[in-house]
């Protein structure tokens, strides 16, 4: 992940949240509890995409994309559909 440049990270960490938003949005507010993240911070949806964006921003420019993963595959769901393609593929 190390070479990963920030446009690249940015572009990924928003499109797991954007995924979420488009694909499963009743599910939304279940993983945004999961990473941590404070809807009550924002001051309008217009806000949304620098403070998810803060969440993982590690310095200027940089982002722990490591993490924004980290945090998607251990979410339940998705940690169970890889526990569930493992055993699959054990087989």
Same mark, same amino acid.
């Given at each position: 992940?190390?070479? =990963?440049?920030?446009?690249?990270? #940015?572009?990924?960490?928003? &499109?797991?949240? *954007?995924?979420?938003?488009? !694909?499963? @949005?009743?599910?939304? $507010?279940? /993983?945004?509890? *999961?990473? &941590?993240?404070?809807? =009550?911070? $924002? +001051?309008?949806?217009?806000?949304?995409?620098?403070? %998810? $964006?803060?969440? /993982?921003?590690? &310095? #200027? &420019? +940089? /982002?722990?994309?490591?993490?924004?993963? !980290?945090? $998607? !595959? =251990? %979410? @339940? @769901?998705?940690?169970?559909?890889?526990? +569930? +393609?493992?055993?699959?593929?054990?087989?």
């Amino acid at each position: 992940m190390d070479q =990963t440049s920030s446009e690249e990270a #940015k572009a990924i960490i928003m &499109g797991i949240i *954007h995924d979420f938003l488009e !694909n499963d @949005p009743d599910r939304f $507010l279940n /993983y945004v509890d *999961h990473i &941590g993240f404070d809807l =009550t911070i $924002l +001051r309008s949806l217009d806000d949304f995409d620098a403070a %998810w $964006l803060g969440q /993982y921003r590690i &310095g #200027k &420019g +940089r /982002y722990d994309l490591e993490r924004a993963l !980290n945090d $998607l !595959n =251990t %979410w @339940p @769901p998705i940690a169970q559909e890889i526990a +569930r +393609r493992r055993r699959a593929a054990q087989s």
